[in-house]
């Protein structure tokens, strides 16, 4: 039931962060992703079949990315990172909502529980993972915004040309370096900011 539950959470925060995206956009002046049919809740429009796949087997995947044309904001650099960062926002908050329920356990039925508690802590790991400041995580994106502007389209074109290799680079830090040297480099980086994030949000609730 475990599993049920997570691959439940998994689409279903997938699907509101690429939602967030979208709306972002849109709101921002860029309807690409509307005309494309992103603005919705539909799981199937958000939802890359082999990262998804990824996220239950492995513990990393992705959504299928919104596409976006900055020629169409007022401010293409601010609002680029604006639409980055709707993504977790809308994930934090929705770990904000669970908080009180999953907190004071106001919810009976415990298989209904530790589906919240499930959802709760993806939540804030995706949150979490997703600020990450390497490509094509929304971090890199929002850390784009505090690039000069002499160096920004040199740095784009090094988020755009090496997703690839930054895809590689972190499935072998997930999955290969645990077993080599014991811990993964990112993995513990993200435990830490989960960990933390956690306990201020149920403390704060």
């Known amino acids: 039931m475990n599993l049920i539950y997570f691959a439940i959470s998994i689409i279903f925060a997938l699907t509101i962060h690429e939602f967030a995206h979208a709306w972002a956009a849109h709101k921002l002046g860029d309807n690409t992703a509307k005309y494309l049919g992103r603005i919705s809740l539909n ?6 079949i082999v990262g998804t796949i990824c996220f239950i087997l492995i513990g990393i995947g ?36 669970i908080a009180i ?47 000069p502007d002499q160096y920004f389209a040199r740095y784009e074109n090094f988020m755009h040309t090496n997703v690839v290799y ?11 370096l645990p077993q080599i040297i014991g811990f993964s480099i990112f993995g513990t980086i993200v435990s830490f900011m989960t960990t933390t994030i956690k306990a201020l949000i149920l403390i704060g609730t």
């Open 43 to 48: 799981p199937l429009r958000h939802l890359d």
């Open 166 to 176: 930054i895809l590689i680079l972190l499935l072998v830090d997930f999955n290969l």
């Open 62 to 97: 992705w959504g299928k990315p919104v596409p976006i044309n900055p020629q169409n904001f007022n401010n293409p650099k601010r609002d680029q990172a604006l639409v980055a960062l709707a993504g977790p926002l809308v994930n934090l908050l929705t770990a904000f909502i």
């Open 101 to 147: 329920p999953y907190k004071y356990s106001l919810i009976a039925a415990p298989e209904l529980s530790q589906f919240l508690k499930i959802l709760f802590e993806i939540s804030i790991s995706l949150f979490a993972f997703n600020l990450l400041p390497i490509p094509p995580l929304d971090g890199s994106k929002i850390i784009g915004f505090f690039i």
